[in-house]
């Protein structure tokens, strides 16, 4: 189920490096393994390729693509903080890069966030971004400005494949995996946005607007593991953004060997869509526990925990009025989670249109609270934030065009 990030092929054993550069690169973006005998700085014939994305490239992968051009692996981090933290998308205006340097970039590279088609801000603050993703796809991204932090709330991909009744992006199906560059791209446009909000071009240096990422937004965030890894990576990068691990976080509806991937490839804070005390119920509204179901995912939250950057797992539970909100199910949520270090996030369900659920009353949701609490718990009740601009974080719409056949098959069950 992972996607694949674009990296630079490595430089071909036996030729010089200067040449090598040209010949992967051009190799590269044609997927082929023709070999060019034009040395490197004779760029008017690399016209034709498609250029690459340094936005899809992490510090590594971008000291590769340098090295590839015979240049020193210190450009990467040039790039990185020219690109990231100063939200530069113009080689022109890297000063303390060589003229001809940013010449050969200018042919061959490009710096092209996604493209935003709509920004909206709210009466508290909260502002969002439709980002274009192609073929009339739109995914979201979400800023939650807070006192002591402001959050940015990401889409990792098209829709989604796991299906979970009451979520409207599982509804939508499946369109594609979000490139790196898409990724990443929504927290360079958030940051431009916000700065120029504020007056600036460039971002001052140790300032940060963005202090916190969840990848809460559109898609399963581990069902497009490498795309996502390599932009946590850029994320978390001291010539980027930045962040703390602990400000960072994946939420996972539970895939069990990619939470173990996380664990040992890129450990960061972790949540997890819990939403029922037992396998009967979860089974039914969150599909993907029929494969890994919570046995297997109570153990995997313990695996993680011993590299996570916190001391706890936080479980996120959306509030189905009638169907998991019971005292009765917050005694089982206990039982069930008492060999995890957790925190509980409840999120009061957020509908749309023929869901099929209803929202929890308060009192409900204060019930079912202060059993966890009584217990020793902390919880959080998910304020809605944004609302004006329906931007509630776990249920962001965007626009899909569903390739797995989904409404294909739910006309045929429909129909049976
Ligand atoms: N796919 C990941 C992350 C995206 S969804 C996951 O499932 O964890 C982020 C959170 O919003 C998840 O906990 C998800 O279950 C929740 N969510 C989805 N639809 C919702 C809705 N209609 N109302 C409230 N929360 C919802
Ligand atoms: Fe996908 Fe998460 Fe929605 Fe489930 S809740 S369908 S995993 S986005």
Not at 132 to 140: M, R
Not at 191 to 199: H, I, M, T, V, W
């Amino acid at each position: 189920m992972t996607g694949h990030s674009e990296k630079p092929s490595r430089v071909v054993e036996g030729q010089g490096a200067r040449s090598t550069a040209t010949e992967t690169y051009r190799a590269s973006r044609r997927g082929s393994e023709h070999r060019a005998t034009q040395p490197f700085d004779d760029v008017a014939g690399l016209s034709e390729c498609p250029k690459v994305n340094l936005l899809d490239l992490d510090q590594p992968q971008l000291a590769t693509f340098f090295a590839e051009l015979g240049e020193k692996p210190f450009r990467a981090k040039q790039l990185m903080r020219w690109m990231h933290h100063f939200g530069v998308s113009d080689f022109g205006q890297m000063t303390d890069v060589a003229k001809t340097l940013r010449e050969k970039l200018g042919a061959m590279a490009e710096i092209r966030p996604p493209e935003v088609k709509l920004e909206q801000i709210s009466d508290d603050g909260t502002r969002k971004w439709l980002i274009d993703v192609g073929a009339g796809n739109g995914v979201e991204t979400v800023f939650i400005p807070e006192e002591d932090r402001g959050t940015l709330c990401i889409s990792s991909q098209v829709g989604c494949a796991l299906e979970c009744t009451f979520c409207s992006t599982g509804r939508q199906g499946f369109n594609r995996n979000l490139k790196v560059s898409e990724i990443i791209g929504q927290l360079w446009l958030a940051n431009k946005s916000l700065r120029q909000a504020d007056g600036y071009d460039m971002l001052p240096p140790r300032e940060r607007i963005i202090s916190n990422v969840v990848m809460m937004g559109m898609g399963e965030p581990l069902a497009n593991f490498d795309n996502v890894v390599t932009a946590l990576n850029i994320m978390l990068d001291d010539s980027a953004y930045g962040l703390s691990r602990r400000r960072v976080t994946v939420s996972t509806s539970g895939l069990v060997p990619a939470m173990d991937r996380l664990r040992d490839e890129c450990p960061v804070a972790l949540a997890v869509s819990l939403h029922a005390p037992n396998d009967a119920l979860r089974d039914q509204i969150v599909p993907i526990n029929r494969k890994y179901p919570l046995a297997e995912l109570m153990a995997a939250c313990r695996r993680y925990l011993e590299k996570a950057p916190r001391d706890f797992v936080t479980f996120e539970y959306v509030m189905l009025d009638g169907v998991n909100d019971t005292v009765e199910h917050a005694r089982q949520l206990l039982n069930l989670v008492k060999t995890v270090p957790c925190k509980f996030n409840l999120i009061p369900f957020n509908p749309f249109p023929n869901s099929g659920y209803d929202t929890c009353r308060p009192e409900n949701i204060r019930r079912f609270r202060d059993v966890l609490m009584q217990a020793g718990y902390v919880v959080t009740t998910r304020r809605t934030r944004g609302d004006d601009i329906d931007a509630a974080c776990g249920q962001l719409a965007g626009k899909v065009q569903d390739k797995t056949r989904r409404t294909h098959k739910l006309i045929l069950e429909a129909a049976a």
